[in-house]
C-alpha cells in the first residue's frame, strides 16, 4: 500500500499529482471544519457568558406562554423564565398542578401569572378560544411549544394501539401547531419597532427526532416533523423580529423518561432548562443545523459525534437503538408482570 502510495507521489504523471492534491486539500478542509465546529461547540457550551432576555422584554412587563408547564421542563421553563424578569401564562392539562407551580411564581418571584387548563390530547377547538381569551391584552413576547408525550413503552409500530398513535400525533403536532396558531400573531405584533423588542418561540424536540427510532416510531416522526416545522418558521417569522428555534434534548429526569436519578448525560428538568435558557440562539451540538440548539454540554456532544461519525440515518445507529429499545421493552413487560402478579395475590389474600 506504501509502495503503491509512494509511486503515486513520485510518478509524472500530473493527473495522479492532481488527484492527490485535491485529495489532500479536501482532508485538510473535512478536517478543519470538524474541527472548527468541535471547537463552536465547546465554547458555546462553557465559555460563552449566558444570552441575555432583556431583548425578549425580560424585567419590563413581558410575558411568556408555557404549555406543559404543571411538571418536569415545563414548569422549569416557568420558573426559570420568571426568574428572568417574565410574567407567565401557565397552560397545561391539571389545574390543581398549575395553580401550585402559579402560587410559587408568584410569591418567589413576585410576577404575575395565568393559568389555562385543558386536555390538550383532544384538539377541542373550544381549548383555543380560551386560551386567546387568556392572552388578550397582555404584551407576550415568548412562547415555549413543551407539551409532549411518548410512548408509555417502546413498541413495534404494529402492536402500537391506534388510541396511542392519534395521542401522540395530536399532542406532539397538531396541538402544537394550533396553539402557535393563536400565541404567535400576538408575539409578531408586541415585537419589532415600535417596541424595540424580539420575540422567541422555543419547542422541544427529541434525540428520537434527530434519530430514526425503532420501537418509538410515531414519537420518532412526531418530533422529526417539528424540526422541519419549527426550522421553515424560524425562516418566516424573521424578519418580523421573533427568534424561533427547535430545542433537541436527549434524556432528563422526568414523569415521561421514567428516569429519577440524574447523571452526567442525564440531566435533571432544572440544569437541562438553565442550558437552554443560557444558549438560546446558539446552535451548541446542533452545529449544522439552522434554527436549532442541542444545549445541554453532554447531549450537544453526543449530538455531534452521531452526526459526524456513523450519521444520523446510519444502519448502525438505527440497529444499536433498535437494540436499546428491545431491551426497554423487554423489562417494562418483565416490570409490569410483576406488578399485575402481585397486584393478584393482593386481591387474593
Ligand atoms: N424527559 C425527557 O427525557 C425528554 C427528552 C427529550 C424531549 N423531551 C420533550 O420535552 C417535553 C416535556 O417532557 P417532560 O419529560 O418534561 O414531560 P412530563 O414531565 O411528563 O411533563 C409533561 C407536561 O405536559 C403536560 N401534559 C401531558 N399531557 C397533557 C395533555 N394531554 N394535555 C395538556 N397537558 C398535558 C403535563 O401536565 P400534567 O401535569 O397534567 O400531567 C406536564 O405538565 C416533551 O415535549 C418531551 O417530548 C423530553
Given at each position: 500500500m506504501l509502495d503503491l502510495f509512494e509511486s503515486f507521489c513520485n510518478c509524472d504523471c500530473s493527473v495522479v499529482k492532481g488527484f492527490l492534491l485535491a485529495a489532500f486539500a479536501v482532508g485538510v478542509f473535512k478536517i478543519t471544519t470538524l474541527v472548527l465546529s468541535l471547537g463552536t461547540l465547546l465554547v458555546q457550551a462553557y465559555v460563552l457568558p449566558a444570552v441575555s432576555f432583556a431583548k425578549y422584554g425580560g424585567g419590563k412587563g413581558a410575558w411568556a406562554v408555557i404549555t406543559g408547564a404543571s411538571d418536569g421542563i415545563g414548569k422549569e421553563y416557568a420558573l426559570q423564565l420568571a426568574e428572568r424578569g417574565f410574567n407567565i401564562v401557565l397552560v397545561s392539562r391539571t389545574q390543581a398542578k398549575l395553580e401550585l407551580v402559579a402560587a410559587e411564581i408568584e410569591g418567589k418571584y413576585k410576577r404575575q401569572t395565568r393559568v389555562v387548563a385543558f386536555d390538550a390530547?383532544?384538539?377541542?377547538?373550544?381549548?383555543?378560544?380560551?386560551?386567546?381569551?387568556?392572552?388578550?391584552?397582555?404584551?407576550?413576547?415568548?412562547?415555549?411549544?413543551?407539551?409532549?408525550?411518548?410512548?408509555?413503552?417502546?413498541?413495534?409500530?404494529?402492536?402500537?394501539?391506534?388510541?396511542?398513535?392519534?395521542?401522540?400525533?395530536?399532542?406532539?403536532?397538531?396541538?402544537?401547531?394550533?396553539?402557535?396558531?393563536v400565541v404567535a400573531p400576538v408575539i409578531v405584533a408586541n415585537v419589532g419597532k415600535a417596541t424595540k423588542l424580539r420575540g422567541l418561540i422555543l419547542t422541544m424536540g427529541s434525540f428520537a427526532g434527530l434519530v430514526p427510532s425503532p420501537l418509538l416510531c410515531v414519537y420518532s416522526g412526531s418530533k422529526a416533523f417539528l424540526q422541519n416545522w419549527s426550522t421553515s418558521l424560524a425562516g418566516e417569522l424573521?424578519?418580523?423580529?421573533?427568534?424561533?428555534?427547535?430545542?433537541?434534548?436527549?434524556?432528563?429526569?422526568s414523569a415521561m423518561s421514567k428516569i429519577r436519578r440524574a447523571s452526567f448525560t442525564i440531566p435533571n428538568p432544572h440544569r437541562f432548562v438553565a442550558s437552554t435558557l443560557r444558549n438560546v440562539g446558539r446552535r451548541v451540538g446542533a452545529q449544522e443545523r439552522y434554527a436549532t440548539v442541542t444545549p445541554y454540554p453532554a447531549h450537544a456532544l453526543m449530538h455531534w459525534g452521531i452526526e459526524n461519525s456513523a450519521g444520523v440515518y446510519s444502519k448502525i445507529v438505527n440497529k444499536i437503538n433498535f437494540v436499546m429499545h428491545t431491551t426497554i421493552r423487554a423489562r417494562a413487560l418483565k416490570k409490569a408482570a410483576r406488578a399485575a402478579a402481585a397486584d393478584t395475590a393482593k386481591k387474593q389474600s
Open positions: 390530547a383532544e384538539d377541542a377547538p373550544e381549548n383555543y378560544a380560551v386560551l386567546a381569551k387568556a392572552l388578550e391584552g397582555l404584551p407576550v413576547t415568548i412562547l415555549v411549544n413543551n407539551v409532549g408525550q411518548s410512548h408509555a413503552i417502546p413498541v413495534p409500530f404494529l402492536d402500537t394501539s391506534e388510541e396511542e398513535m392519534m395521542r401522540i400525533v395530536t399532542l406532539n403536532n397538531i396541538v402544537t401547531m394550533k396553539i402557535t396558531r424573521k424578519p418580523d423580529g421573533v427568534d424561533v428555534e427547535l430545542v433537541i434534548s436527549y434524556l432528563v429526569t
